[in-house]
């Protein structure tokens, strides 16, 4: 109810406007012409003033310049304020312009006082409502009408500050969630490149130790294929990092690189391929959605890294395909399959994440015909 009472006075479009200025021209600009009118009011009195003039100009400036102080000390300048006000309307005559710099220093308290100090407000607008009629000859409904205008103003601006201050903690902890979402973000990517690249490395560079003095030809093809490895990682890395910088690297001819998904799987069942692990291949979908696309080559690839890495695998089967309406990606593997008492590690932490981010789901747990097995649903989104 008594904020209702500011916003037909037009408070809220002042505030806002004075808000958007420069800080030193929003302070100064209410008090310049604020003491211009008091100044003016004041002069154009004289003959009713007379010899207490001194008075009342030095009672307009402590009126005035408490206006440009209203946001560093809201407190402190409403307390002087009002004490000029009253000593305004009890030792000179009471002005027409003078009220307008308390209420403006009103609203100041309760928006800039603080949670606690701002509690001042009232008993200070109580104190000089009463010193301002104090021994004047006017009707009660004049003082409660001012009173309950100054109180609405006090409410307006403290609610103000209530508001603005619930929109600051909302937004540090959307700032906060966001930012442990982007760092998750970050470290499944790595995760996945890293992890992936560095154990189909350590793979083939155990097997070319491995072979070494008895072929060394298929050693040669081990380490090429570590060479290949690195660099392909080094290429999607320089991606990735790119991508953090807000601008995404450039391949040699100017084209930008191509973003993992489930057309590059040929290559990548070729590549485990060549590690030792066959992989058969088969998708039946129609074309997905970006995020679904990487989605579903990130759990391929990490679910492939770790049947050659821990399952002992010699093949894997790849499903990408379209089911009930859903898009559905099953790894099996015919490995040794999870061991008693398995938890999932970050790889498996890793997908299960990703189809949690479009909202889907993730499975993984023995296959049906042994080794280990990796599912995950995604609910069907428009195409690309």
Known sequence: ??????????????????????????????????????????????????????????????????????????????????????????????????????????????????????????????????????????????PVGLLALWLAVWTYGWTEARRLAAQAVERRRARAELLAEERTRIAREVHDLLGHSLNLMLVQAGAARRLLDRTPGRSRELLLEVERTGNDALGELDRVLGLLRGAPPQLPDGAPPVEPGLDQLPYLAERMGRAGLAVDLHRDTPPLPAEQDRCAYRVVQEALTNALRHSGAGRAAVRVVRQDGATVVEVADDGSGPPPGHRPGRGLTGIAERAARLHGSAEHGPGPDGGFLVRVTLPAGPQR
């Open 1 to 142: 109810m008594l904020p209702t009472v500011a916003d037909r006075l037009g408070l809220p479009v002042l505030a806002r406007w004075l808000d958007r200025l420069p800080a030193p021209l929003a302070d100064a600009a209410p008090a310049v012409v604020l003491g211009a009118a008091m100044l003016v009011e004041r002069l154009g009195a004289a003959a009713r003033i007379g010899d207490r003039m001194p008075v009342a100009l030095a009672l307009t400036v402590l009126l005035a310049l408490p206006v440009a102080l209203r946001r560093r000390a809201p407190m402190a300048a409403y307390l002087v304020a009002t004490l000029a006000l009253t000593a305004e309307a009890q030792l000179v005559s009471p002005s027409p312009v003078s009220p307008y710099a308390n209420l403006l220093g009103a609203y100041a308290a309760g928006r800039y006082g603080g949670r606690g100090r701002a509690g001042w407000g009232p008993p200070l607008v109580v104190a000089g409502v009463a010193g301002y009629f104090a021994g004047q000859d006017v009707e009660v409904v004049m």
